[in-house]
C-alpha cells in the first residue's frame, strides 16, 4: 500500500500549489474583512492505493469564514477535507453504486475538542500508528497509509470547532455565539452548508459523522440542516450521548447504562470468579456475558435503584451480591455506595489492590494508580491511560499531514481546549415540539424528528465495549427512546466492537467498523 504526492492539481476550495508556494502564500492574509487573520487555503494532489483501489485526491487545508444571516461574522472553522478526482478498482464500484461520489463531514466532541482523532486517528488516507491497548509511546512515529479510510466511499471534510484547532471568533463576536449546544450545532450547520455551496456539492449525496459529544451535536444538525431545506443521506454515531440526563448526579440511569461496560472491564482484566466468562487479555468479551449484564441492569438492577431507601435490606444484599460477580469488586464497596458505584470508584477499584487504575475512554488500558497525580489534574481527556496512550501520535501524525499538504501557519494548533470551552458551555437547549428550552439536552429528540421529517435518513449506532465515558448501553437505550414506526426504526443500524471510546484506534476493532462503514454507504445498513 502506497500513499505518493503527486503532481499539484487544483483544490476544490484552494488554487494549485506546491509546498514551497504554499508556505510562501500562507504568509498571507487571507481573511475576508471582519474576520481574524488567516492563511490562505492550500491544495495538494496525492495517490493512495491498497492494491484493489486507486484513489487520485485532492488535500485541502484552510477556513471556512461563516456569518450570520444578515451577512456579518461569526467565526472562521478550520477545515481539512481529501476529495477523491479519479477512483479505481473496489472504491469506484461502491461509489457507482449511489451516483455522484459523497460527502462526509466529520467532527470530535469534548465540547471543546479539535477533530484529529477522527482524521489521523481513524478515517483520513493517513493514520497513525496504534498497539491499543498498549501506548504508541513517543515519537517517531512510523506514520501509516490508511487501508480502511473512509475516503474509499466517500469524500471527506474534517471541521474543527470554535476556539479549537485553529478555529477562531471573528473579532468581536463573544464565545457564547458558538459555546452551547444550540449555538454549536447552528455554526456547524452554517459550515456544512457554507461547504457545499463553495464546492458546488449540492446533489451529493450527504452524511454527517460526529464522535463523542459530536453526537449530541450531529443530532442537533441533521434535523437543523434539513429544516433548511437540505434532506442528508446518512448520520454515523460514533460513542453516543444524546440523552444528557443520566450524567447528572444522583442520576440512576447513569449506574444502569455502565453496568454492560463494568463487567466487559471486569473480564478483560480477569476479575470475575474464576471459570465465570474470564478472558485471556486481548481476546474478547462474550456476547453472552453482555447480555446477561444488560439483562440484569435493566431489570433486578434499575428496579432496586428506582426504591432507593425503600429496597429492604436483605434485597439489596442480594442486588450487591449479584452486581460484585457481574462486575469485578468487593459487595462490601457496593453497599456502602447503595450499589451505585461512580465510573472513577471502579476504575480504581478493579485493580486497586495492584496499584493500579484503568482507563475511563478505554477500560483496557492501566497506569499506576499515582499517574492521576501529575498527568492533567481534573482534565478528563487527558487523566486517562487510554488518551495518553494514543493522543500524541494521532497529533504527530495530523501536523505531518498539514505539512505534506503545504499549510503553514505560525500559531499554536489546540488540539484540545475543552478546559475552556466545556465550563462556558450552555446546555440549554431548545428541542423539537417542546414548550421553552430544556436545562438538560436530550437531543435524541432531534434525532427522532429528523428521521420522522426525512424517511429515508440512515442511521449508524456504533460504539466500543470497553468505553467507559460513553457506555454503549446508553447508546441503546437513548435509540430506544425515539419512539419511532417499525419502517423508520428499520433505517437504524447497530455495531458494538471490542474496542473503546475512540474505536479506530485499535486495529483488529477498525476492521470490522470498515465493513460495516462499508456496507452503510453501500447498502444504507449493516
Same mark, same amino acid.
Given at each position: 500500500?502506497?500513499?505518493?504526492?503527486?503532481?499539484?492539481?487544483?483544490?476544490?476550495?484552494?488554487?494549485?500549489?506546491?509546498?514551497?508556494?504554499?508556505?510562501?502564500?500562507?504568509?498571507?492574509?487571507?481573511?475576508?474583512?471582519?474576520?481574524?487573520?488567516?492563511?490562505?487555503?492550500?491544495?495538494?494532489?496525492?495517490?493512495?492505493?491498497?492494491?484493489?483501489?486507486?484513489?487520485? /485526491?485532492?488535500?485541502?487545508?484552510?477556513?471556512?469564514?461563516?456569518?450570520?444571516?444578515?451577512?456579518?461574522?461569526?467565526?472562521?472553522?478550520?477545515?481539512?477535507? /481529501?476529495?477523491?478526482?479519479?477512483?479505481?478498482?473496489?472504491?469506484?464500484?461502491?461509489?457507482?453504486?449511489?451516483?455522484?461520489?459523497?460527502?462526509?463531514?466529520?467532527?470530535?466532541?469534548?465540547?471543546?475538542?479539535?477533530?484529529?482523532?477522527?482524521?489521523?486517528?481513524?478515517?483520513?488516507?493517513?493514520?497513525?500508528?496504534?498497539?491499543?491497548?498498549?501506548?504508541?509511546?513517543?515519537?517517531?512515529y512510523p506514520i501509516e497509509d490508511n487501508p480502511y479510510t473512509l475516503l474509499?466511499?466517500?469524500?471527506?471534510?474534517?471541521?474543527?470547532?470554535?476556539?479549537?484547532?485553529?478555529?477562531?471568533?471573528?473579532?468581536?463576536?463573544?464565545?457564547?455565539?458558538?459555546?452551547?449546544?444550540?449555538?454549536?450545532?447552528?455554526?456547524?450547520?452554517?459550515?456544512?452548508?457554507?461547504?457545499?455551496?463553495?464546492?458546488?456539492?449540492?446533489?451529493?449525496?450527504? /452524511?454527517?459523522?460526529?464522535?463523542? /459529544?459530536?453526537?449530541?451535536?450531529?443530532?442537533?444538525?441533521?434535523?437543523?440542516?434539513?429544516?433548511?431545506?437540505?434532506?442528508?443521506?446518512?448520520?454515523?454515531?460514533?460513542?453516543?450521548?444524546?440523552?444528557?440526563a443520566g450524567e447528572q448526579a444522583g442520576s440512576d440511569a447513569g449506574y444502569i447504562n455502565l453496568i454492560p461496560s463494568y463487567a466487559a472491564a471486569a473480564a478483560y482484566h480477569k476479575a470475575l470468579a474464576a471459570g465465570k466468562d474470564a478472558v485471556e487479555a486481548n481476546a474478547t468479551v462474550t456476547d453472552d456475558l453482555l447480555r446477561e449484564a444488560e439483562t440484569f441492569a435493566l431489570g433486578d438492577y434499575a428496579a432496586a435503584l428506582i426504591q432507593g431507601d425503600r429496597l429492604p435490606v436483605e434485597r439489596e444484599r442480594e442486588v450487591a451480591r449479584r452486581l460484585a460477580e457481574l462486575i469485578g469488586v468487593d459487595k462490601g464497596l457496593l453497599l456502602r455506595r447503595h450499589l451505585r458505584l461512580d465510573?472513577?470508584?471502579?476504575?480504581?477499584?478493579?485493580?486497586?489492590?495492584?496499584?493500579?487504575?484503568?482507563?475511563?475512554?478505554?477500560?483496557?488500558?492501566?497506569?499506576?494508580?499515582?499517574?492521576?497525580?501529575?498527568?492533567?489534574?481534573?482534565?478528563?481527556?487527558?487523566?486517562?491511560?487510554?488518551?495518553?496512550?494514543?493522543?500524541?501520535?494521532?497529533?504527530?501524525?495530523?501536523?505531518?499531514?498539514?505539512?505534506?499538504?503545504?499549510?503553514?501557519?505560525n500559531r499554536p494548533y489546540l488540539v484540545l481546549n475543552n478546559m475552556q470551552v466545556e465550563p462556558n458551555w450552555n446546555w440549554m437547549h431548545q428541542a423539537p415540539a417542546v414548550d421553552g428550552p430544556m436545562m438538560c439536552p436530550n437531543t435524541a429528540l432531534d434525532l427522532s424528528a429528523a428521521m420522522r421529517r426525512n424517511p429515508l435518513l440512515k442511521v449508524a449506532v456504533m460504539g466500543g465495549k470497553y468505553d467507559l465515558a460513553c457506555p454503549y448501553l446508553s447508546a441503546r437505550n437513548d435509540i430506544a427512546h425515539l419512539f419511532l414506526a417499525p419502517r423508520l426504526r428499520a433505517n437504524i443500524s447497530y455495531g458494538l466492537y471490542a474496542t473503546g471510546h475512540m474505536a479506530y484506534v485499535d486495529a483488529a476493532a477498525l476492521k470490522v467498523m470498515d465493513a460495516d462503514l462499508r456496507a452503510f454507504y453501500r447498502d444504507g445498513q449493516f
Open positions: 500500500m502506497v500513499l505518493m504526492m503527486t503532481e499539484d492539481i487544483a483544490g476544490v476550495t484552494g488554487s494549485a500549489t506546491g509546498i514551497g508556494a504554499a508556505a510562501a502564500a500562507a504568509a498571507a492574509n487571507a481573511a475576508p474583512e471582519g474576520f481574524a487573520a488567516h492563511p490562505a487555503a492550500v491544495s495538494r494532489g496525492f495517490t493512495w492505493t491498497d492494491g484493489s483501489s486507486t484513489i487520485d /485526491y485532492t488535500a485541502t487545508a484552510g477556513h471556512l469564514d461563516i456569518r450570520e444571516n444578515d451577512g456579518s461574522p461569526i467565526a472562521s472553522l478550520f477545515t481539512v477535507s /481529501y476529495v477523491a478526482q479519479k477512483v479505481s478498482g473496489d472504491a469506484a464500484a461502491v461509489a457507482a453504486a449511489g451516483g455522484e461520489r459523497p460527502v462526509t463531514f466529520l467532527f470530535n466532541g469534548g465540547p471543546g475538542s479539535s477533530s484529529v482523532w477522527l482524521n489521523t486517528g481513524g478515517f483520513g488516507p493517513k493514520k497513525a500508528p496504534s498497539m491499543a491497548p498498549q501506548p504508541s509511546g513517543a515519537a517517531p474509499r466511499w466517500s469524500d471527506l471534510v474534517f471541521i474543527d470547532a470554535p476556539e479549537t484547532g485553529w478555529s477562531t471568533m471573528a473579532p468581536g463576536v463573544p464565545t457564547s455565539r458558538a459555546w452551547g449546544v444550540d449555538q454549536d450545532a447552528d455554526v456547524f450547520s452554517r459550515a456544512v452548508i457554507d461547504w457545499l455551496g463553495a464546492n458546488n456539492r449540492w446533489n451529493a449525496p450527504k /452524511y454527517l459523522f460526529g464522535e463523542s /459529544y459530536a453526537t449530541t451535536r450531529v443530532a442537533v444538525m441533521a434535523n437543523m440542516i434539513q429544516n433548511r431545506c437540505i434532506d442528508l443521506n446518512g448520520v454515523v454515531m460514533l460513542s453516543n450521548l444524546l440523552d444528557w465510573m472513577e470508584d471502579f476504575r480504581a477499584a478493579l485493580r486497586g489492590s495492584e496499584g493500579k487504575m484503568i482507563g475511563r475512554f478505554d477500560a483496557r488500558f492501566v497506569a499506576d494508580n499515582d499517574y492521576v497525580v501529575g498527568s492533567g489534574g481534573a482534565d478528563p481527556a487527558t487523566n486517562d491511560a487510554a488518551t495518553a496512550g494514543v493522543n500524541s501520535a494521532e497529533t504527530c501524525a495530523f501536523r505531518a499531514a498539514l505539512h505534506d499538504i503545504g499549510y503553514v501557519w
